[in-house]
């Protein structure tokens, strides 16, 4: 099976070697641009893509200028890097369509974190596209979800949560951390939300329900 692919755009060097060496140790494959001409080049001539790394500040042609033409023709992942850490900036970036916002400085084993968490959900990586536990198997290539053989109606939100769920089961997760990755960062309203989707959630799944635990303050866990 051929290698993923990743572009890397950064006018600095030493970020981009530094980001491509943590990519590579993945099993990725990495390509290069030193600024947004290039990266539109490189991104429109090869056409095998499957996400972008992107930083904001760059000569000839802005990070931001690169999405445009990128979302104009492609829903490819994209991940933001930027010195910057104004609200108004993320905003912007999420009205154009970057799926991550990454703050330099970062650590880069953060970045690959999210790097294999953005192409999970794109379903280019699939080796978890099946979770199981106990009586619930949730598939997400056929996008359904059984509890002991019989079929569960969810809807869009309500089956990324359960899948975000399970992925983490046994870890405690905050109202922020689940609206940062089940929203991916597209909703900004009351976290309170996330109440009532599990609410909805521990409806339909019956007994399962149980599985999903509340932590008073703080967001909720998954274990049996």
């Keep these: 099976m051929d290698k993923v692919k990743i ?10 070697k530094l980001v491509r060496d943590f990519l590579v140790k993945k099993d990725y494959a ?40 990128i979302r104009a023709y492609s829903k490819v992942p994209v991940i933001m890097l930027t010195a910057k850490g104004d609200e108004s900036d993320e905003l912007s970036g999420f009205e154009l369509g970057v799926d991550e916002y990454i ?9 690959v974190a999210r790097v294999d968490a ?17 009586e619930i198997v949730l598939d997400k290539a056929s996008h359904t979800v059984t509890i002991s053989g019989k079929n569960i109606e969810l809807s869009f939100k309500e089956f990324e949560l359960l899948a975000y769920f399970m992925e983490n089961k046994g870890l405690a997760l905050s109202r ?22 599990v609410k909805k959630l521990r409806s339909k799944m019956g007994e399962c329900g149980d599985y999903i635990k509340t932590i008073w303050g703080m967001g909720y866990k998954f274990e049996a």
Excluded: C
């Design 7 to 16: 572009l890397v755009v950064d006018d600095e060097s030493r970020m981009r």
């Design 30 to 69: 990495v390509v290069e641009a030193a600024d947004g001409q290039e990266a539109i080049d490189i991104f429109f001539e090869q056409q095998d893509i499957s996400l972008v790394i992107l930083d904001v500040m760059m000569p000839k042609m802005d990070g931001w200028e690169v999405l445009k033409e």
């Design 103 to 111: 703050s330099k400085p970062f650590s880069p084993k953060i970045l």
């Design 118 to 134: 953005l192409l999970r959900r794109s379903n280019l990586i699939n080796e978890e596209a099946k979770l199981e536990y106990k």
């Design 176 to 197: 922020e951390k689940i609206l940062n990755h089940v929203w991916n960062y597209d909703y900004f309203g009351d976290a309170r939300t996330i109440d009532t989707h």
